[in-house]
């Protein structure tokens, strides 16, 4: 099975701090993604990425930014957190385009909460 | 844009009762369908899905039917279990590209014994 890490369940961050979410993969998925989850809300896809240093902004980028320096390693930035942010973050990844279309792999989340 | 409407709940039921969660989708195309759970404090976890037209995927007792003349993908379960609760997500995404992945809100389910 699949495996996706995130590596912190819970972070509590000061404003104005920059904060580093990472998550690890163990299968050489191409398709990387970052989401945030809030009541009333959903989950929002903030930036994915199709391959090692490719990235794509998703429906709500403002305030984040991500880094892919190796395929099995996907990290959410945040430059400077604010209360706004306060969240569930969750990473997801899914196979290469094909013809079949598997849905996704979550990692269990990460809980952050800015002070 | 591709949207998923889902009621947000809290869906109480009993022990054994009959599950309805309704699911209703609006896409340019043929998506695939999927339900994800998502347990308390953990992330979501695929549950079924369907890739075409009158497909049925089913899990743990859980099916939908992809319903293209409704548009729909309604979950469904015979009889319930406390551990069936959870936040349920319906979601559409497109074969091939980056199959990014468009969620509803997410309907809570809490089982009573």
């Known amino acids: 099975d699949v495996k996706v890490t995130q590596s912190s369940r819970y972070l509590v961050k000061r404003t104005g701090e920059k904060v580093f979410l990472e998550c690890v993969q163990d299968m050489d998925h191409e398709n990387m993604f970052w989401y945030r989850q809030d009541p009333g809300l959903g989950l929002r896809l903030i930036y994915f990425?199709?391959?090692?240093?490719?990235?794509e902004k998703g429906d709500i980028p403002e305030g984040y930014s991500v880094s892919r320096e190796k395929k099995e390693r996907f990290s959410l930035i945040l430059e400077s957190a604010s209360t706004n942010q306060t969240s569930m973050y969750l990473c997801a990844t899914t196979y290469p385009p094909s013809g079949t279309n598997y849905g996704y792999t979550f990692g269990s989340g990460t809980r952050l909460t800015v002070v | 844009g591709d949207s998923v409407t889902q009621m947000e709940g809290p869906v109480t039921l009993s022990e054994e009762a009959f599950l309805t969660i309704n699911c209703t989708y609006t896409a340019t195309g043929y998506p695939s369908l999927f339900w994800y759970v998502q347990y308390p404090g953990e992330g979501l976890q695929l549950l079924l899905k369907?890739?075409?037209?009158?497909d049925k995927g089913s899990n743990k007792g859980f099916e939908a039917t992809y319903r293209k003349e409704t548009t729909s993908f309604h979950l469904e379960k015979g009889s319930v279990q406390v551990s069936d609760s959870a936040v349920y997500f319906c979601a559409l995404s497109f074969s091939g590209g980056y199959q990014k992945v468009t969620f509803g809100i997410g309907t809570k389910l809490q089982v009573i014994p």
């Open positions: 369907a890739t075409k037209a009158d």
């Open positions: 990425s199709y391959d090692v240093k490719m990235k």
